[in-house]
């Protein structure tokens, strides 16, 4: 029985395998829970989101995305400049404001599993976060790739809903966030609250879904407010 005995706390204390997660996610994180890891994993993330980014930002069609409204008036130059401007603010700021919310969300579900009962830490938290972001962020590579690639639309993501129903600005936006890997990731997050933040199944898959619908909420707004702004 012995060796049995060694092998079994040999395999409680391995490493996670953040590329794991996507085949046993619920081995990944109960090792997460013993032995949580940060730097490989935070690496490896924010690679993802500046080719991401990147892609994503010199793939977009920019006289689909600027308002012809919000052009008129200006010379071919200035409008050339507004282009340039769009893209690389659009580089920087969604790879310098991925990177901040790695750090953002981990406080978001160490406040889920205190509120739950359970007890964490922040870096256990973190760790978590980055597993689920990898797979999130797996999903803006590819749409980054796409639209760099193809004339796919720049208003919605190609792995969403909105790339299947016709639908307008406001309403794309909306669809947009229901999102094959997004959906995917807040799954994770369920199951991981659950294995590495200790709490209740139950507990887990409520605040999950609660985050879910805040997200869907935030995107329907932000629609509605682009809408109305460009109307």
């Not at 990147?54 to 409008?79: A, C, H, P, R, V």
Request: net charge neutral; proline share 3%; with cysteine.
């Amino acid at each position: 029985m012995e060796p049995n005995v060694e092998k079994s706390n040999y395999a409680e204390t391995e490493k996670p395998s953040l590329f794991g997660v996507i085949t046993s996610p619920v081995v990944q994180f109960k090792r997460l829970r013993e032995k949580p890891i940060i730097g490989i994993p935070l690496f490896i993330v924010i690679v993802l989101i500046a080719v991401g980014y990147i892609f994503q930002g010199l793939g977009m069609n920019y006289d689909e995305l600027l308002k012809s409204s919000s052009l008129d008036g200006l010379t071919d130059e200035q409008i050339e400049m507004t282009k340039t401007i769009t893209k690389y603010g659009t580089i920087f700021g969604g790879i310098f404001g991925g990177i901040i919310a790695l750090f953002i969300v981990p406080l978001i579900y160490w406040l889920c599993v205190k509120i739950s009962g359970g007890v964490t830490s922040y870096k256990k938290m973190l760790s978590l976060g980055l597993f689920t972001a990898f797979i999130s962020n797996i999903g803006l590579v590819i749409n980054g790739l796409v639209l760099y690639f193809t004339d796919a639309s720049s208003i919605y993501s190609v792995t969403s809903l909105a790339s299947i129903i016709p639908a307008g600005k406001s309403a794309a936006a909306f669809l947009s966030s229901i999102e094959i890997f997004s959906i995917w990731s807040y799954i994770l997050v369920a199951v991981g609250l659950h294995h590495t933040g200790g709490i209740s199944k139950k507990a887990a898959w409520i605040s999950a879904v609660v985050l879910f619908v805040i997200m869907l909420v935030f995107s329907l707004v932000g629609g509605l407010v682009n809408s109305v702004a460009g109307a």
